[in-house]
């Protein structure tokens, strides 16, 4: 069971915008960097967003992030086909002295 | 390129072991921590556990202290993950993945990926 709380699945329709929450607490998001990963269908994860609003080399500029208190989310901006995917958000926890994954969110394309 | 090849998957029986191995190329192993995550079929990821540098510090999540043991060998860019007393709970893939931030995790390059499957 995650401490970090995702909702299942988000949809929309392409050329949209989608917003994805992770919601946590002190320990994790509240006191360190917020990282988000997508996981297309049948392959390893890929980083996308680092230290809650950082993007790595080659992650298209339509994904942003942001972070307030203990909670953080994921935008998609220009919906495409491409998108659909598991998205996770993630933290190192202080109490539990580990990383932490969110429960992760489908995206759905329409 | 960086390239990280995990190996040494495969069945085992409740109670079992099993070694997993990284062969990374590409970077400079040496200057980074690494860590193991883990996914149950259909189920999301889970992290296991990463080391410093030089093998001196070792973090692992609570469902496998005491049973999993990472270690690493610099000179020969490798990462593995040694597996006991296996449970079916363990079954899943796991990925070795580069650690960005050092200790406090984020990976930003990842394996294939190999599975275990823990059964009788």
């Known amino acids: 069971q995650s401490v970090l709380t995702q909702p299942p699945s988000v949809s929309e329709a392409p050329r949209q915008r989608v917003t994805i929450s992770c919601s946590g607490s002190s320990s994790n998001i509240g006191n360190n960097a917020v990282n988000w990963y997508q996981q297309l269908p049948g392959k390893a994860p890929k980083l996308l967003i680092y230290y809650d609003d950082l993007l790595p080399s080659g992650v298209s500029d339509r994904f942003s992030g942001s972070k307030s208190g203990t909670s953080a989310s994921l935008a998609i901006s220009g919906l495409q086909s491409e998108d659909e995917a598991d998205y996770y958000c993630?933290?190192?926890?202080?109490?539990?002295?580990?990383?932490?994954f969110g429960t992760g969110t489908k995206v759905t394309v329409l | 390129e960086v390239q990280l090849v995990e190996s040494g998957g495969g069945l085992v029986q409740p109670g079992g072991s099993l070694r997993l191995s990284c062969a990374a190329s590409g970077f400079t192993f040496s200057s980074y921590w690494m860590s193991w995550v883990r996914q149950a079929p259909g189920k999301g990821l889970e992290w296991v556990a990463n080391i410093k540098q030089d093998g001196s510090e070792k973090y692992y999540v609570d469902s496998v202290k005491g049973r999993f043991t990472i270690s690493r060998d610099n000179a020969k860019n490798s990462l593995y993950l040694q597996m006991n007393s296996l449970r079916a709970e363990d079954t899943a893939v796991y990925y070795c993945a580069r650690d960005l931030l050092g200790s406090s995790g984020c990976q930003d390059y990842w394996g294939q990926g190999t599975l275990v499957t823990v059964s009788s």
């Open positions: 993630a933290a190192w926890d202080d109490s539990l002295n580990g990383y932490v």
